[in-house]
């Protein structure tokens, strides 16, 4: 089968071994994954010692062609996943910091999403897969494992989905698919949601989808997903007195921190989100399939043989997300 490889710096598409289900699990064939920043960091960032354990793609949707658990799954279902799930059991899972958990950290899917097969284990099937509603396009469904990322960084914000929240305002710094997302997910808890980029096209954008930007106000809650340092000067203009920011990219340059007395004197809480725990999985496939945040025509098609034009192309800004065709 075709699987996706970072060989000597270049994605190649390679021919390789179609995964055999010699654990408790199921194999999925895959229909498409969408890019990922965290793919595109990791691209960028490769060394020749680090290339070969690099999983690219995880935003997977596929078909299950195999199982041999009990589950409510079979095979046919077409489903969507995420590629991490925690062990629930250690210090940083009763702590609530799942993704900092080893189980979390260790687990993946087999041998990445840019393939035509994977294989998930029966942890995957309990705690990160999920059918997906017909009515949605493929794409549409490869949303659950991001959308799952900015819900869990809502939630670390101290948003409740079951709770009244719309005395609060929140602003999302960096309108890239995945700060769109994020808007999409505030609105979805009820929380009035303004964004704010440098590009007037991604502005323009988000601006159709239904979100602004007011340079008059003052946010509760500032959500970093720029991926660029210069937004946190943004962030400490924009957060109330007391407010919170929340961190969700990293950046190119990390020299520049946060101003310690800046924190201090204005009370602020800086909080970091990385990644989703099942929880959050299940939720961003109850607002995906329930069409309570809504993704269509978000992403570029690209087929699994032009998986580096994809790169490319996001990397320089020339597309707003990938989807890869498998
Ligand atoms: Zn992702
Ligand atoms: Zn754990």
Do not use: W
């Not at 690099?54 to 949707?61: K, S, T, Y």
């Not at 698919?177 to 999409?184: A, D, H, P």
């Not at 109850?286 to 945040?293: Q, T």
């Amino acid at each position: 089968m075709k699987s996706a490889k970072l060989i000597n710096g270049k994605i190649q598409i390679i021919n390789t071994e179609k995964p055999v289900l010699d654990i408790k699990g199921a194999i999925i064939k895959v229909l498409g994954s969408g890019l990922c920043g965290s793919d595109l960091v990791k691209i960028k960032h490769a060394t020749p010692e680090t290339e070969n354990k690099i999983v690219l793609g995880h935003e997977v949707v596929g078909i299950i062609e195999e199982i041999n658990v009990n589950s409510s799954f079979k095979k046919g279902d077409i489903v969507a996943l995420g590629h991490h799930y925690p062990c629930f059991d250690c210090e940083y899972c009763k702590n609530g910091s799942y993704s900092m958990c080893q189980t979390f950290k260790k687990s993946n899917i087999y041998p990445a999403g840019f393939s035509e097969y994977i294989r998930v284990n029966e942890n995957h099937l309990k705690y990160t897969v999920y059918k997906m509603n017909d009515e949605l396009k493929n794409d549409e469904k490869a949303f659950l494992e991001p959308l799952s990322c900015c819900l869990r960084a809502i939630r670390r914000a101290g948003f409740d989905y079951n709770q009244d929240n719309s005395k609060f305002n929140s602003l999302v710094i960096g309108l890239g698919s995945i700060g769109l997302l994020m808007l999409k997910g505030l609105k979805a808890f009820n929380v009035q949601a303004f964004g704010f980029d440098i590009s007037d096209k991604r502005t323009k954008l988000a601006l159709e989808h239904g979100f602004n930007f007011d340079e008059n106000k003052k946010y509760d809650t500032v959500f970093l997903t720029a991926g660029s340092s210069k937004a946190i000067d943004t962030a400490l203009k924009y957060v109330i007195n007391g407010g919170k920011i929340i961190v969700f990219s990293s950046v190119e340059d990390d020299l520049k921190g946060f101003l310690n007395n800046e924190i201090y004197y204005r009370e602020l809480s800086v909080i970091a989100s990385y990644s989703p725990s099942p929880e959050d999985i299940k939720l961003s496939s109850e607002l995906l399939n329930k069409k309570i945040v809504k993704v269509h025509n978000l992403s570029t098609h690209y087929k699994l043989d032009n998986l580096a034009q994809a790169v490319d192309d996001s990397l320089n800004n020339k597309i707003f997300k990938a989807y890869i065709e498998v």
